[in-house]
């Protein structure tokens, strides 16, 4: 009895009908976080003692690189889930995962790279950080690339779903670059809750741009997930019904 | 006004990123609304085949 909730996790029509229900859950708090984080990073934070307003980058900059590594391991798995269970709402999670995960990854690397210019003096240098990052970008590309090339939906989820999995040893990679190798970018400022870095005035309204962010990927998964569902539901009579809405 | 958007000398740097990251937030709705409805249409365009079939 106790397992029902997760049953019902596998029922295409459920998942369905929650997806749509949970969205504005997500989305409206979503919104309000992003538009009080910009408020709170654009005017409230004060200027950075070394790097003067260009420190406001943090706050567009750090969220995407969030949203790029946290969508790959959502996306990894929900494959690595619809691989081993043959559970169709996982492979079709994992499908809605890869587009937002690319645009971010190129949100964080190009807003990396404008940040990097005025403090570092360089739009790019192959740094363990910067690499690594790129080499995620490459991952979803071929991830996307992979997809797109296979008709096959049942097909392309198992192909695609192994591809995300090997790809997940690049997140670590990634996140401890920093430690790991001397590198160019500056180690966690932020994942240190014991002892953070920054002021509340500037730390504050990070935290909201990431929990926005975050709501933000959820709403996107929600609406996108309804439609992976109806491609991989070929005659399922509840789709008339779903439609009929 | 013109200091906020001067951004102490950085403003080459800060407003494109913000404006990068705010199009990619809005695009990314857009995109997901459009898949929706692409598979919306779809679904139905395969149960009004079925429904023609004899």
Redesign the interface.
Same mark, same amino acid.
């Given at each position: 009895m106790a397992w029902t909730w997760f049953h019902r996790l596998a029922s295409p029509p459920h998942v369905y009908a929650l997806s749509a229900r949970l969205t504005p859950w997500f989305a409206w708090p979503a919104g309000a976080l992003i538009l009080a984080g910009l408020y709170g990073g654009l005017v409230l934070a004060p200027a950075d003692y070394q790097q003067g307003d260009g420190f406001r980058i943090i706050y567009v900059h750090a969220p995407s690189a969030w949203m790029s590594l946290m969508v790959y391991v959502t996306m990894a798995v929900s494959a690595a889930v619809g691989l081993i269970w043959r559970m169709k709402i996982a492979h079709a999670a994992a499908a809605s995962c890869a587009l937002i995960g690319a645009s971010f990854t190129v949100a964080a690397l190009v807003t990396g790279s404008l940040w990097g210019r005025p403090m570092w003096g360089t739009y790019w240098e192959w740094d363990p950080r910067l690499t690594s990052e790129l080499i995620l970008l490459f991952l979803y590309m071929g991830y996307i690339a992979l997809r797109s090339a296979i008709d096959d939906v049942q097909r392309a989820d198992r192909a695609s779903g192994l591809l995300a999995v090997v790809g997940v040893v690049n997140v670590p990679i990634i996140h401890y670059s920093v430690l790991w190798w001397n590198s160019l970018h500056q180690a966690p400022s932020v994942m240190k809750l014991a002892k953070p870095e920054m002021p509340a005035a500037m730390l504050v309204p990070l935290l909201m741009m990431l929990c926005g962010f975050t709501l933000y990927f959820v709403a996107l998964l929600l609406v996108r997930l309804r439609g992976e569902i109806l491609r991989r539901e070929r005659s399922a009579s509840w789709i008339r019904e779903a439609l009929a809405e | 006004m013109n200091e906020?958007l001067h951004?102490?000398?950085?403003a080459r740097?800060?407003w494109?990123?913000?404006a990068?990251?705010?199009a990619?937030?809005v695009?990314?709705?857009e995109? @997901? !609304?459009r898949? #929706?409805?692409?598979?919306?249409a779809? @679904? !139905?365009r395969? #149960?009004r085949n079925?429904s023609a079939a004899p």
């Amino acid at each position: 009895m106790a397992w029902t909730w997760f049953h019902r996790l596998a029922s295409p029509p459920h998942v369905y009908a929650l997806s749509a229900r949970l969205t504005p859950w997500f989305a409206w708090p979503a919104g309000a976080l992003i538009l009080a984080g910009l408020y709170g990073g654009l005017v409230l934070a004060p200027a950075d003692y070394q790097q003067g307003d260009g420190f406001r980058i943090i706050y567009v900059h750090a969220p995407s690189a969030w949203m790029s590594l946290m969508v790959y391991v959502t996306m990894a798995v929900s494959a690595a889930v619809g691989l081993i269970w043959r559970m169709k709402i996982a492979h079709a999670a994992a499908a809605s995962c890869a587009l937002i995960g690319a645009s971010f990854t190129v949100a964080a690397l190009v807003t990396g790279s404008l940040w990097g210019r005025p403090m570092w003096g360089t739009y790019w240098e192959w740094d363990p950080r910067l690499t690594s990052e790129l080499i995620l970008l490459f991952l979803y590309m071929g991830y996307i690339a992979l997809r797109s090339a296979i008709d096959d939906v049942q097909r392309a989820d198992r192909a695609s779903g192994l591809l995300a999995v090997v790809g997940v040893v690049n997140v670590p990679i990634i996140h401890y670059s920093v430690l790991w190798w001397n590198s160019l970018h500056q180690a966690p400022s932020v994942m240190k809750l014991a002892k953070p870095e920054m002021p509340a005035a500037m730390l504050v309204p990070l935290l909201m741009m990431l929990c926005g962010f975050t709501l933000y990927f959820v709403a996107l998964l929600l609406v996108r997930l309804r439609g992976e569902i109806l491609r991989r539901e070929r005659s399922a009579s509840w789709i008339r019904e779903a439609l009929a809405e | 006004m013109n200091e906020f958007l001067h951004m102490g000398g950085y403003a080459r740097f800060v407003w494109p990123s913000y404006a990068l990251t705010l199009a990619i937030v809005v695009l990314n709705i857009e995109w @997901a !609304r459009r898949s #929706l409805a692409r598979a919306r249409a779809e @679904a !139905r365009r395969r #149960l009004r085949n079925r429904s023609a079939a004899p």
